[in-house]
């Protein structure tokens, strides 16, 4: 997880210089890294950007001469674009050229989005706005499903985050109905075997539940972000110490809960981030919730650098970064002063390193039978 494949060939090389690894163990060790990368090529990358652009200008020409086109050939348009995009996406999937296929699908996406559009403007449907993007995110999530497409699945992610956003910037209250999606996103992603659909899904959570926590008024929203993202936190945290002490470990899992854990911080940091700098905090209780964030954000440091999580421990530092500069520049000229604060939270951030310093000592003397 931590090792680049081009560093780890070069440690190969040298491990069978230094006779720790036979020529055929390095040969085949250099092959297994060659068959284990992943993410599309440059080609591929490049046809996917060349489809969307190729679908834009298409559906640029049709908008700029729409009204001169008569209604039953615009429908045959719209369908013939949309089956023309799944046809083409069948051929490259049995060619074997599976990055353009999700291209076509990609498109046949867009294209019914399009179509939705479009046919009601044709023929003058008014209803509520949302619903439209509900059903152009549940075409993608179909798509995706039906055609194992996990590109249509993150554009359905995508536009159900836009749908229940809007839903609630018109209704100024929770959308509820959002989290049953989410949940079939997430089975979606699993049917697929796509494993970094995981983490669209707990961002899709994570941008839902911020916008309940700054929809309920007060600081009452901020907590239950805060309360939500710890909870979250704490949980995957001992999905992952759990399944570390079985004989029989489930990668898996802790490769979700690895996913989990990194948006419960950003939740959790969010929800303070908001009572210290968003709300009217006073000079003390900022001092108070500046200390407890910066421990929490160093504990969540240690830990990913303890169970070899590396986005908890760059979140993390990302987290301590903002945190520091926010209170530096909401702290200038104030009471509490930047100097003042600035020792503070140095004495508190060297007092948690003596802290972790000793329970790291502490458990390499139980590892080696020490009784001291």
């Not at 060939?9 to 020529?23: E, M, Y």
């Not at 001469?65 to 089956?83: H, K, M």
């Not at 699945?153 to 049953?180: C, D, I, N, V």
């Amino acid at each position: 997880m931590w090792i680049s494949r081009r560093r780890l060939a070069k440690d190969v090389s040298a491990w069978r210089a230094a006779g720790w690894v036979t020529p055929e163990g390095e040969v085949h060790i250099q092959q297994a890294l060659l068959d284990r990368r992943t993410g599309p090529g440059l080609p591929a990358v490049l046809g996917i950007l060349g489809v969307v652009l190729l679908g834009f200008a298409a559906m640029s020409f049709v908008a700029a001469n729409w009204q001169d086109i008569p209604r039953l050939v615009r429908l045959l348009i719209i369908f013939a674009g949309l089956g023309g995009a799944y046809v083409t996406a069948a051929a490259l999937f049995s060619q074997g050229m599976d990055a353009f296929a999700h291209a076509a699908v990609l498109l046949g996406v867009a294209v019914f989005g399009a179509g939705i559009m479009l046919i009601a403007q044709m023929y003058h449907i008014e209803g509520h706005p949302p619903d439209a993007v509900f059903v152009w995110g549940m075409g993608a999530l179909g798509a995706g499903v039906l055609l194992r497409s996990n590109p249509a699945l993150a554009a359905a992610t995508l536009l159900f985050g836009l749908w229940s956003g809007w839903e609630m910037a018109l209704s100024s209250s929770p959308h509820w109905q959002l989290l049953p999606v989410a949940g079939a996103l997430g089975i979606a992603f699993a049917f697929n075997r796509w494993w970094p659909g995981l983490h669209l899904v707990a961002a899709l959570l994570t941008y839902w539940l911020a916008w309940v926590a700054f929809i309920i008024q007060g600081v009452q929203g901020r907590w239950i972000l805060v309360a939500a993202g710890l909870l979250v936190a704490v949980v995957s945290l001992s999905v992952i110490y759990l399944q570390r002490h079985r004989e029989q470990s489930n990668e898996l899992l802790i490769e979700g809960a690895g996913v989990t854990l990194g948006y419960g911080m950003i939740a959790a940091f969010a929800g303070l981030w908001a009572i210290q700098f968003l709300d009217r905090t006073g000079t003390d209780q900022l001092a108070v919730f500046g200390a407890l964030t910066l421990a929490l954000l160093v504990g969540a440091i240690h830990q990913g650098l303890h169970l070899g999580i590396k986005g908890a421990v760059w979140l993390g530092y990302a987290g301590f970064s903002a945190q520091i500069f926010t209170l530096y520049v909401r702290t200038v000229g104030s009471l509490l002063g930047s100097s003042v604060f600035f020792l503070v939270a140095g004495l508190i951030v060297i007092a948690l390193s003596a802290v972790a310093w000793r329970l790291h000592r502490a458990e390499g003397s139980k590892a080696f039978g020490d009784p001291s």
